[in-house]
């Protein structure tokens, strides 16, 4: 089983300056610490000596106090108290030097010189006390008195000339050599901290140069390729994971930033070419659809055109049988009216010229059907302008004269009504003839109507309209009471829908 490679851990720049510093803090500490610890050392040897020459010249001036406590206690004091108070200075003074002796107490490994002199001073200083304590017993004195006196006297003289001479000069000649010794000790303390402060300070300037370089390179290097992003250069070689922790994520997202760019506008581009082929196929189909439907359109109208014109020939041959030639004359202007209107090309015509083209069709189908035939037109004067593809009123207007009112010997009447209500045309055809099957109507709204089918005039009309305006508009048939058919068109009206629109 292969062993997985740790990965090296990867420090903040909090991190890293936190270490940085810890360790200078530590380091400064120790330093500071050590240098403090022999300083402390060298001040209280310092203070030791300084201490142990007090303690001697304490020494001598207590032995110089006792001295002359003694001879107050002979020669100067006259009554009691004066006595007392000598004896009291005298045995205070001999109890200080003995605690000062003590003081200066050494051994005989540390410093033999001195540790015989001390020995001399307290045999001389215990000679001394016995000395006086028999002295004492024999006042007033005598000439062995005086004697013994002269003896002590010469003791305290050679103490005191001891102390000073012989013991003080010792402790000096050997505080001399630690002096020295001192002295070297402080020298090379000065070098050290000298050296210690320049290390420290280098130590810290290269910590501060590594993390400031850590930060400085790779921020240049990330300005450098988002200058160059923002020229367009999306070529530029990813940035190296380098540096802290936030440097790298910085690093990383903008080489995933960089990438995204360039998936993105790769994707644009394709996306722009694709779509421009796309919308070229599309104008391509716009136009073959757009040629296709108006060929259909003229066929549809064109469609019905034989039908119309095949009863409108009759009707003006049997009028010409029976009427003299004048109306006969006004049958045929209308006819080539209707003609003109029916062969025009136009895909869309004023819906005023749809009424007067319906107006002389119902004016000739009057003539043929005699009083069989009554028809009424209601047309709002808001509607004259709007544009309708031609012939879609005609064919319905022919459904209800030729299949409602024609089967039925009395005839009936055609009503036809149009309206705008709410940017909508409304046109109703409704008559009183013998109605609709709902088969017929089924066959109609469904556009599953033959071409020789007695409906295809509905029919193509609901086609040219679902051409023109879409699903949008409407067919409706309905049976009207107590007997007829109504049919209702319902188209939107567009901008384009109106003249000058």
Do not use: C, W
Request: proline content about 3%.
């Amino acid at each position: 089983m292969p062993v997985k490679s740790k990965r090296p851990r990867i420090y903040s720049f909090g991190q890293l300056l936190v270490t940085y510093s810890v360790v200078l803090v530590i380091s400064l500490l120790l330093l500071g610490t050590v240098l403090f610890a022999i300083v402390f050392s060298q001040l209280s040897a310092v203070q030791e000596q300084t201490s142990r020459y007090a303690t001697v010249m304490q020494l001598a001036t207590n032995i110089t106090n006792q001295r002359e406590a003694f001879n107050r206690l002979l020669f100067n004091s006259t009554n009691e108290t004066q006595r007392i108070q000598a004896l009291s200075d005298l045995k205070g003074a001999e109890a200080r030097a003995k605690v000062q002796l003590k003081k200066l107490e050494t051994s005989y490994e540390t410093n033999p010189e001195q540790y015989f002199l001390l020995r001399g001073l307290g045999n001389g200083l215990d000679f001394i006390a016995q000395q006086q304590e028999l002295l004492l017993q024999d006042t007033p004195l005598d000439v062995a008195g005086f004697t013994r006196y002269y003896m002590i006297e010469t003791t305290y003289s050679y103490l005191e000339s001891y102390v000073y001479s012989r013991f003080l000069s010792s402790a000096v000649t050997q505080d001399a050599q630690a002096v020295e010794q001192m002295q070297s000790t402080i020298a090379n303390i000065r070098l050290l901290s000298l050296f210690m402060v320049i290390f420290f300070a280098f130590l810290y300037t290269l910590a501060i140069t590594l993390i400031v370089r850590s930060l400085v390179h790779p921020l240049q290097a990330m300005v450098e390729t988002a200058r160059e992003i923002t020229k367009g250069n999306l070529e530029t070689p990813d940035l190296s994971a380098s540096g802290p922790s936030e440097i790298r994520f910085l690093e990383q997202s903008l080489n995933s930033m960089k990438a995204s760019l360039k998936d993105r506008i790769e994707a644009l581009d394709e996306n722009a070419k694709l779509e421009k082929k796309i919308h070229q196929q599309e104008l391509q189909q716009v136009k073959v659809k757009r040629e296709l439907d108006r060929a259909r359109l003229l066929t549809l109208q064109a469609q019905i055109n034989p039908h119309f014109l095949f009863n409108a020939m009759n009707t003006i041959s049997r009028t010409a049988l029976f009427e003299d030639a004048e109306q006969t004359s006004d049958l045929v202007t209308d006819l080539a009216g209707i003609f003109r209107y029916m062969l025009d090309q136009r895909t869309t015509v004023p819906l005023y010229e749809e009424l007067e083209f319906i107006q002389k069709y119902l004016k000739i189908q009057k003539i043929r059907f005699g009083e069989r035939l009554d028809y009424k037109i209601e047309a709002a004067s808001d509607v004259q302008d709007i544009l309708i593809p031609p012939l879609i009123i005609q064919p319905l207007v022919e459904n209800s004269i030729v299949h409602g009112l024609e089967p039925l010997e009395e005839g009936g009447t055609v009503h036809i009504i149009l309206e705008l209500i709410k940017k909508k045309l409304f046109i109703t055809i409704g008559d009183t003839g013998v109605g609709i099957t709902d088969s017929d109507k089924f066959q109609v709204l469904e556009s599953t109507a033959k071409i020789d089918n007695s409906h295809i005039g509905m029919t193509n009309v609901l086609e040219r309209i679902t051409l023109y305006y879409g699903k949008s508009a409407k067919m409706e048939i309905e049976q009207a009471q107590p007997r007829g058919t109504v049919i209702r068109l319902t188209l939107p009206i567009r901008r384009q829908d109106r003249l000058g629109g």
